[in-house]
């Protein structure tokens, strides 16, 4: 049986205490979860599901204000959101974006266990859309140039690929024959030498920036 102790500690947070209510209720019966106030939130042991109609001005501001506060594993959960969106959450310091449509009780605990393992998640159709239009990037813009992956190593590039594919730690080291430990190594350097705040947002800047 799951005691408080090894339950995970899930803290809600909203620009609207309807939403709020929503999405705590849907977790509350959840056996593998342990809300908590806001007073109690541990910023280190503690999941965050930011929960907002899109990203607007509240929910920018509600999400640096947790960041802020020592908040690492922000999921945003979100009404509806865009393409650029999507990178502007990241940049906020969110890890996971889901909507709020497809938020079953089952997809939020997925959710944040992915966010406390330090996996990143996006709907699929953002995912698509985003490596699309680096892929266009690349064809359109950087090969006629001349120009490639500079800044950094192959290996660390197969990687952030990966990663953004929504592939977790084991899945990327079996997959490329290299220790848990060698992925961690890889995304650690990277989200040091460009001075990120986690892989997601590693990925995001990747993206912005061409890198794969």
Same mark, same amino acid.
């Given at each position: 049986?799951?005691?408080?102790?090894?339950?995970?500690?899930?803290?809600?947070?909203?620009?609207?205490?309807?939403?709020?209510?929503?999405?705590?209720?849907?977790?509350?019966?959840?056996?593998?979860?342990?809300?908590?106030?806001?007073?109690?939130?541990?910023? +280190?042991?503690?999941?965050?599901?930011?929960?907002?109609? $899109? =990203?607007? @001005? *509240? !929910?920018?501001? #509600?999400? /640096?204000?947790?960041?802020?506060?020592?908040?690492?594993?922000?999921?945003?959960?979100?009404?509806?959101?865009?393409?650029?969106?999507?990178?502007?959450?990241?940049?906020?310091?969110?890890?996971?974006?889901?909507?709020?449509?497809?938020?079953?009780?089952?997809?939020?605990?997925?959710?944040?266990?992915?966010?406390?393992?330090? +996996?990143?998640?996006?709907?699929?159709?953002?995912?698509? $859309? =985003?490596? @699309? *239009? !680096?892929?266009? #990037?690349? /064809?359109?813009?950087?090969?006629?140039?001349?120009?490639?992956?500079?800044?950094?190593?192959?290996?660390?590039?197969?990687?952030?690929?990966?990663?953004?594919?929504?592939?977790?730690?084991?899945?990327?080291?079996?997959?490329?024959?290299?220790?848990?430990?060698?992925?961690?190594?890889?995304?650690?350097?990277?989200?040091?030498?460009?001075?990120?705040?986690?892989?997601?947002?590693?990925?995001?800047?990747?993206? *912005?920036?061409?890198?794969?």
């Amino acid at each position: 049986m799951l005691t408080t102790a090894t339950k995970t500690a899930v803290m809600v947070c909203a620009t609207d205490p309807i939403l709020r209510g929503g999405v705590a209720m849907t977790l509350r019966a959840r056996p593998e979860v342990h809300l908590v106030d806001e007073s109690f939130g541990d910023p +280190e042991h503690t999941v965050v599901l930011a929960v907002g109609d $899109r =990203l607007d @001005d *509240r !929910v920018r501001q #509600l999400l /640096r204000g947790l960041y802020a506060r020592g908040y690492r594993k922000i999921v945003l959960i979100a009404g509806d959101i865009d393409d650029n969106e999507v990178l502007a959450a990241v940049e906020s310091g969110v890890c996971a974006v889901a909507r709020r449509g497809d938020t079953s009780a089952e997809a939020l605990v997925q959710l944040v266990h992915a966010a406390m393992a330090g +996996e990143g998640a996006l709907p699929p159709d953002l995912l698509g $859309r =985003l490596l @699309d *239009r !680096v892929a266009r #990037l690349q /064809r359109q813009v950087l090969e006629p140039r001349g120009l490639h992956l500079a800044g950094m190593t192959a290996r660390e590039t197969e990687v952030l690929r990966l990663v953004a594919q929504g592939l977790s730690t084991k899945e990327i080291a079996d997959k490329l024959c290299y220790s848990q430990r060698t992925v961690k190594s890889v995304l650690h350097d990277v989200t040091k030498r460009f001075q990120l705040r986690n892989r997601s947002h590693a990925v995001a800047f990747a993206l *912005r920036e061409g890198l794969i």
